[in-house]
């Protein structure tokens, strides 16, 4: 554990041995909330040091009301969706229509998969559900936070949110029967 308000303190003169310290002790668990929202490693770097930066700028207005973790995971959070505002034109321009609703959750599945394997999944959602549900099944921000935080209505929030899901099982459903596929077929070559 850190002393947050004497490093605060610390930072906020300019001691550059306390910024490095804070940035070493919360850069590692931002990164990984980075890696949710963007598509890439360099897209979550990038994420990550503007939020830093936005950190640092901003550290004089922190309240030390709450944990100055919860207060930097907003700053970063709030830096990934400006990030997506910027890139996209619009949430609204995604294709509802290509994923229908018939396929069946399989959780031993989920079970049997790595954290980088689900993180690469997630990460292949596109951009307006991958941001719908790291806010909502991550982040745990509710639908009407959400819809402020995107401006978008609270049931579009709900039904992204629904569509991410029901991709994210279609992605796992489809990388477990190639994982079995694959299986299959080295189990037969090793027959023959």
Known sequence: MIDSKTLITECLSNNKFAQEKLYNYYSQKM???CMRFAKNRSE?????????IKVFRNLASFRNEGQLEAWIRRIIVNTAINSYKRKLPSIKDIDFDRFDNEFTYQEN???SMSREELLRLVQELPNGYRRI???NAIEGYTHK???EMLDISINTSKSQLA???QALQKKIYR??????A???NLLAQLIV
């Open 31 to 33: 990164f990984g909330v």
């Open 44 to 52: 979550a770097e990038d994420i990550l040091q503007e939020g830093f």
């Open 109 to 111: 599945i989920v079970e």
């Open 133 to 135: 549900f790291n806010l």
């Open 145 to 147: 936070e959400i819809g």
């Open 163 to 165: 569509r991410a899901r």
């Open 175 to 180: 990388n477990s029967v190639d994982f079995f």
């Open 182 to 184: 694959t299986e299959d």
